[in-house]
């Protein structure tokens, strides 16, 4: 593999860095969603808001960097693994202190964190599948620095003995791969919006993921409700539809009766959103 001058490294890694960031707030900005912050607003939370989000979304960009750089045409292996997973937990310290102490970003980190990872190891070139791929490796490979704690997450994948976001990363984004990204480009394709094709790519994620976020706070009620709402919308030919803004309006309501918020789901489409633009960086602007 040739190596990039230093100059073209930093200036790729600035890049992945910056496009990251922006899918973080982009996914933020994009409304409506169900039971999230949104640009209309908190959603199902108490302790988040929009402006609260954007602020936690900029103090990752010097995570994303380090990340990126560290990772540079490296192959995956057990020291790339712990460098990783350190930055990781310090850009989550950076996190809460720019938040006040408010989880806003835990899950994108991982999710974002490995991907941005994975561009840099390819050498910053890499389509979607190949950087999943790679990400998959990396997230396979074992941190023994990581804490030994069980997060709202883990304790929800062991409670309900269902898969998470270390699973979903380690079979290289499934959800990503099979379901947001092909639905992203064809609502595109069949001429709807940009919010809408997003929007449809987040249902399509939320047709299947066991969101622990939403088991954390509904239990298999709230869960179902997300699924079975988000495939109504999609059969009724999405967001772009107006059957399908109806079924998203209900299942909007649905849940923020239920107190539940899909923040997994949302995690993956800034994921989702992030791929999309490394195959097509013209979006990115």
Not at 6 to 13: D, N, S, T, Y
Request: glycine content about 10%; some cysteine.
């Amino acid at each position: 593999m040739k190596l990039l001058p230093r100059i073209q490294v930093e200036g790729g890694a600035e890049w992945l860095a910056r496009t990251a960031t922006q899918c973080l707030i982009d996914e933020a900005r994009l409304s409506p969603k169900p039971g999230l912050v949104d640009s209309r607003g908190n959603g199902a939370h108490h302790d988040l808001s929009l402006a609260l989000m954007e602020r936690s979304a900029h103090s990752l960009t010097p995570t994303f960097q380090a990340l990126a750089l560290q990772s540079w045409q490296r192959p995956a292996d057990i020291a790339l693994r712990q460098t990783v997973g350190r930055l990781g937990r310090e850009g989550e310290q950076q996190m809460m202190a720019a938040t006040g102490g408010v989880n806003t970003h835990r899950g994108a980190i991982w999710a974002l964190g490995l991907l941005v990872s994975a561009v840099a190891m390819l050498g910053g070139n890499g389509k979607a599948r190949a950087v999943a791929d790679t990400a998959a490796q990396l997230a396979k490979l074992p941190d023994d620095a990581a804490p030994k704690v069980f997060s709202k997450g883990l304790r929800a994948t062991h409670r309900y003995r269902v898969p998470g976001a270390r699973e979903e990363a380690q079979q290289a984004f499934p959800h990503i791969m099979q379901r947001a990204l092909p639905q992203l480009r064809l609502s595109r394709l069949n001429g709807g919006t940009e919010a809408h094709a997003r929007l449809d790519a987040l249902m399509a994620i939320m047709t299947s993921l066991t969101d622990t976020c939403v088991l954390s706070r509904a239990g298999m009620a709230g869960l179902d409700a997300m699924q079975s709402g988000a495939r109504a919308v999609l059969a009724a030919g999405g967001t772009a539809h107006p059957e399908g803004q109806r079924i998203l309006a209900v299942l909007d309501k649905q849940m923020l009766l239920l107190n539940a918020s899909p923040g997994g789901a949302a995690d993956l489409l800034a994921a989702t959103l992030f791929l999309d633009r490394i195959e097509t960086p013209y979006l990115a602007n």
